[in-house]
């Protein structure tokens, strides 16, 4: 069974940066496609950023396109995204996933999930 474990969650204030980092331990990892997405207490678990098994093509949902980035190293088997300008509405629990389909923002479209990582943002 694939795991995925996050870190690199915490408390920040407006306007700064945090790194999270998805190390995954599927043997598929190199072909599959990753994404992040987020849950914000009372709310849906939404799409926040996706990236294909080559890290050739990149996703993202409108809002964090111009402050996030998200990457990927094979090699080490793991996801990174980058977060900069970070605003209080951008607190939640981020979740790494991966799957067979680039691109998807279905939950459901996803075969692995992590426990995700709580990200703070104070005012």
């Known amino acids: 069974q694939a795991q995925l474990v996050e870190s690199g969650g915490g408390e920040v204030q407006t306007g700064g940066s945090l790194t999270l980092s998805c190390t995954a331990s599927q043997h598929t990892f190199s072909r599959d496609a990753m994404a992040w997405f987020r849950q914000a207490p009372g709310k849906e678990r939404e799409f926040v950023a996706a990236?294909?098994?080559?890290?050739?093509?990149?996703d993202y949902t409108d809002g964090v396109r111009a402050r996030w980035t998200i990457s990927r190293d094979n090699d080490k088997k793991i996801v990174y995204h980058q977060m900069s300008n970070l605003k209080p509405e951008d607190t939640a629990v981020y979740y790494c996933a991966g799957g067979k389909i680039y691109g998807t923002d279905l939950v459901e479209e996803y075969d692995f999930w992590g426990q995700g990582t709580q990200v703070t943002v104070s005012s």
């Open positions: 990236i294909s098994w080559n890290g050739g093509s990149r």
